[in-house]
């Protein structure tokens, strides 16, 4: 019944002082994840082909992200599955790195896809402000991070 979907979906975009592949390997690198990102507070890389990464993130619990494209320097895109949560049933990213003014111009969609419910109708708007703070931040941190360190 997908009259009773209650999505929330975010998009925030950053410009980066750095070539589109130094962004990428950055931001798709989750040894370091945890760095920038304070959401992420564990992460391990299932498999390359197809990418499969398990992630635990505050305040949503854990998921898989199986990545459906994954073209370097250019742009992601991933289902949420195999969720453990208390108040998400799935969803899916995408991030695009785009060559713009001497930089990149960094791209993060993300999805997310409460349980059914009154409840979750009611906390959508709450949810949403929240997951548009965590990427502004995460982002910012990550640009701040990605242009403070010298380029090789």
């Not at 990545?67 to 949420?80: K, N, V």
Request: net charge positive; hydrophobic share 35%.
């Amino acid at each position: 019944m997908s009259g009773n979907r209650v999505t929330v979906t975010v998009a925030e975009t950053v410009l980066v002082h750095r070539t589109p592949e130094q962004v990428f390997d950055y931001t798709q690198d989750y040894a370091k994840r945890s760095d920038w990102d304070t959401s992420v507070t564990e992460a391990e890389v299932l498999s390359e082909e197809p990418r499969r990464v398990r992630v635990n993130l505050r305040g949503v619990g854990q998921m898989v992200l199986v990545y459906q494209l994954y073209r370097r320097g250019d742009r992601t895109s991933a289902a949420f599955t195999d969720i453990k949560s208390r108040y998400f049933t799935g969803g899916g990213g995408s991030w695009s790195y785009v060559a713009r003014d001497g930089g990149t111009e960094w791209t993060q969609t993300n999805t997310l896809e409460l349980k059914p419910g009154l409840a979750s109708r009611l906390l959508a708007p709450l949810v949403r402000r929240s997951l548009a703070k965590g990427m502004h931040e995460a982002m910012s941190r990550a640009k701040s991070i990605l242009e403070s360190t010298p380029t090789s």
